[in-house]
């Protein structure tokens, strides 16, 4: 079987996947996007274009779970492989609405799946997350660390994939690459993409690079009684462009063979929130204020990638930093004071 070159990407429009689409606009694929935009806004694509050069075959805004709509667009387009984005993804926010976290993130998927079977199509590359491992203890952990997720989020992601390795195990036609990120941020180089999530950030790097424009007054460290060097919950932070470069590197190996296959996307090295505040703080070239808030529930004291699975499958090893990471957070911060609608109205406002 061949690489693909049809990719339909959904929650195309988002923090990842639209780092993806540019990833892939560069590398020669048509790109079918589909997004309900609950987290995002169609600009970011047009910024995709902008930077790739060429433009997106087709998108669609429509909820994954329409499965009518979502068949529409399978009957309309020859899709060879789908990239699986689309999901809620705020541990906090889930703790809170446990019940829209499950139908969105596992009734998007089945409803996906679904309708890549009706239609033949059974390679998928599923966006996961480390916060499945839960609270798993020290060090770097590998993929056969035992799934404990402690919040709804994290457990919608595991149901995900436990479907993912029924499908696979009934239909020997699916190949699933199951990437499991543990912490990407950053931004584009360019400036022109970035995490400009709707109204307070539930992430850290975003959050920081607002207090650092000024939007917000100051950082709540969620805790400092954890077992870390500092007290504060230690992760590990992907620079956002070695995440999207795994995801192309995925789509050349999905023809190598069929079956599921889980690889974490990490850099495996830790940093606490205090080193991602002091790192910040360096790029910017001010102090970031903070002050230490109780605990966010649902969080988990530290984890760390071992991610030498794909870098022995693929050769994939990230070669950014989180330096690298700050620097680019806070050149799309300053490029986007208000973010992607601000700047749009800010456009409009000078015509
Ligand atoms: C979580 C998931 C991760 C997922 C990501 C997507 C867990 C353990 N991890 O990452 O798999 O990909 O969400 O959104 O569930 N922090 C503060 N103040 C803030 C914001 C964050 O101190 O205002 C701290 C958090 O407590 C945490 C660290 O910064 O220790 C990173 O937080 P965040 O960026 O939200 O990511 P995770 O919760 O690690």
Redesign the pocket.
Known sequence: MTAPSTVLVTGGAGFIGSHVCVELLDHGYELIVVDNYSNSTPQVLTRAERIAGRFVGAVYELDIRDRQALSAVFDRHSVDAVVHFAAH????ESTRMPIEYYDTNVGGTTSLLRTMHEHGVHRLVFSS??????NAGRGPLDEATPAR???P??AS?WICEQILADACRRCSEYTVLCL??????GAHPSGLLGEDPHGT????????AQVAIGRRER?????DD?PTSDG????DYLHVMDTVEAHRIALDHLADSTGMHVYNLGVGKGS??LD?VAAFSEVCGRPIP?EI?P??P???AE?VADATAVARAWGWRPDRNLADICRDAWRFQQLNPDGYVGSARRANTKD
């Open positions: 993804k705020a541990v906090g997350s480390s916060s499945i491992y839960g997720p402690t919040n989020y994290a992601k499991r990120y543990f912490n990407p941020a950030p539930d992430n850290l790097m975003p959050y920081l950082l709540r460290v969620f805790g954890y504060t919950a230690i992760r606490t929130v991602v903070y808030g605990r966010r649902g969080d988990v984890l």
